[in-house]
């Protein structure tokens, strides 16, 4: 059994660690609480982990500190939501733990990781008990005392993963909302899943090259690719895609013929719902256009093997490394950054004297990088973020040490709250005195979301359908409806108990006209001395975005 692991098989853990979170992100995902189409936590802790692929991919046998460092670095700039920025500190930790080291034993690298719990502890502000932050403390605890009397590796992390095991499934009692829902925490079982994949590379259970193209054995791929010319290629175009069935009996003899009648090298896979085709052929569109008969496209790669087959060839010259962030010099004492989707809402906040837009947020949360990106082209000294959602706010924050200007997060949890704020920017305000007022009249902001449940669900009690109006309130759900004038009366029910002087609805990019008008016009029926305003924020995900004031 191993006693100490260098950087490439630290590298091998971590590709191995990424394809089971790929692997796994959709049901890590369906443990959130909401049945809401959420940017979900096994989606961000998965992008996070694939930006430290890809860069690990490219290093050539690296020491352990080298390999952690590049992977930690890679994390904090691809990190999405606040899964996916403690997940980056847990390996900024274990990188500050093995730095200079060309390998590990297992008691280093259990000091390492827990190096990585006390970063994150540290950086959020209110830790909460049952979430992604408890199961990595207690692995960590069980990985130090194991290596106190053992040597093995493969024992540190079998007992790690064991106890991080029996911490997940304490979180449903733990954590009041996940009891309520009946589940685990979605951010500890993605923890758990790159446990077992660490263990799994190490006993060699598992190997990465499932999900990505993986290294062969070492053979000179330049003499081997170089004993025929691309000509010879009689397919050109490696063509993969995925249909979605059109029915249940769909026969797909036909179309196996007429691919086989266009090409080669002819593999498909299906199940009950999809089926998956992989093909080399000179037309890949007439293989799509034929394949709609028999279902939905849903996606779609073709990729040019004569084009591969010369680049691997001929050498080809060294990319250029890539271009620092543009800084965009000072010009004013205070610029501003907002993140929100939906060209409706990012017009008004440029109306009202943004920056830089950061396009996200449910579904698509930016990462650090991105936010970083707009922050460093913002022509101001300070320059303020509002991430207008609280899964955003971690990764917003990560951006301060990475910049030379100075970062302002302010905690906007949704959409009207970064509104309001800019709403109350006063030009001859300081930094100081901005934050101090935006910190106030957020405050005064509540929220109604309107969507639509993504899967049928139980909660606290209440049944949720597939397909009905989804309404929340300040982040607690409301309730689930199939007509809009019961979402209408239970969203004014609501609303009445704060005893509004302003309502603005914002309207989303699948809201018809005629469905937006009806619902202004029953919250203006039942707050008459209200001022009640009806705007086109062209937003995703969210049929109405509702600010009361």
């Not at 992977?71 to 904090?76: G, I, N, R, V």
Request: charged share 20%; hydrophobic share 40%.
């Amino acid at each position: 059994m191993k006693e100490t692991i260098n950087g490439a098989q630290f590298t091998e853990m971590l590709l191995c660690a990424y394809e089971a979170l790929e692997t796994n992100k959709q049901a890590i995902n369906e443990l959130n609480v909401f049945p809401v189409p959420d940017g979900d936590t096994g989606t961000n802790m998965t992008l996070t982990v694939s930006a430290a692929a890809s860069e690990l991919r490219n290093l050539k046998e690296p020491d352990i500190a080298v390999a952690a460092d590049k992977a930690a670095s890679a994390m904090l700039r691809g990190a999405r939501g606040n899964s996916g920025v403690i997940l980056s500190l847990l390996f900024r930790g274990i990188a500050k733990g093995l730095k200079g080291k060309s390998e590990a034993t297992a008691r280093e690298l259990a000091s390492a990781m827990r190096d990585g719990v006390d970063a994150a502890y540290k950086a959020v502000m209110k830790p909460a008990e049952g979430t992604i932050l408890t199961v990595s403390r207690v692995a960590t605890t069980a990985a130090v005392d194991y290596s106190k009397g053992h040597d093995t590796m493969e024992g540190m992390l079998e007992r790690a993963l064991g106890a991080a095991a029996e911490a997940l499934e304490k979180t449903v009692e733990q954590n009041p909302v996940l009891a309520r829902a009946g589940v685990v925490d979605a951010g500890g079982k993605g923890y758990v899943t790159i446990l077992d994949a660490f263990l799994g590379s190490l006993q060699g259970r598992v190997v990465s090259g499932s999900i990505t193209q993986s290294k062969t054995d070492e053979h000179d791929d330049h003499s081997v690719f170089g004993e025929f010319s691309s000509e010879e290629i009689t397919f050109a175009y490696d063509t993969v895609f995925i249909v979605r069935k059109a029915g249940e009996d769909v026969d797909l003899t036909p179309f196996r013929a007429y691919l086989g009648s266009i090409g080669d090298s002819l593999v498909i896979t299906e199940d009950d719902e999809v089926f998956k085709v992989h093909v080399h052929t000179n037309i890949p569109g007439s293989a799509l256009t034929e394949s709609q008969k028999y279902g939905t496209l849903e996606v779609a790669n073709i990729e040019n093997m004569r084009t591969q087959h010369d680049a691997l060839v001929e050498p080809q010259p060294e990319p250029a490394p890539p271009a620092e962030p543009e800084i965009a010099p000072a010009e004013k004492p205070c610029g501003f950054v907002a993140v929100c989707a939906g060209e409706g809402l990012a017009q008004i906040f440029r109306d009202l004297g943004c920056d830089r837009i950061v396009t996200g947020g449910q579904t698509m949360n930016p990462s650090t990088q991105d936010i970083l990106r707009e922050i460093n082209r913002t022509p101001a000294d300070t320059v303020f973020v509002f991430p207008n959602n609280k899964n955003i706010i971690m990764a917003a924050e990560q951006c301060a040490p990475l910049t030379e200007k100075n970062v302002i997060v302010i905690p906007t949890k949704t959409v009207p709250q970064g509104i309001t704020a800019m709403l109350n920017m006063d030009d001859a305000a300081d930094a100081g005195q901005l934050t101090a007022t935006f910190n106030e009249i957020i405050g005064g902001v509540h929220t109604a979301l309107v969507t639509y449940a993504a899967r049928d669900s139980v909660f606290d009690g209440r049944k949720i359908k597939a397909g009905e109006y989804l309404g929340l309130m300040d982040g607690a759900l409301l309730g689930s409806w199939s007509q809009q004038k019961v979402l209408a009366k239970q969203l004014c029910k609501s609303i009445k108990k704060l005893k509004p002087e302003f309502i603005t609805i914002y309207t989303g990019q699948d809201v018809q006209p005629e469905d937006a008008k009806t619902l202004h016009e029953a919250l203006s029926l039942a707050f008459p001395d209200v001022e009640v305003t009806l705007v086109d924020g062209g937003q995703p995900v969210y049929y109405y975005i509702i600010s009361v004031e």
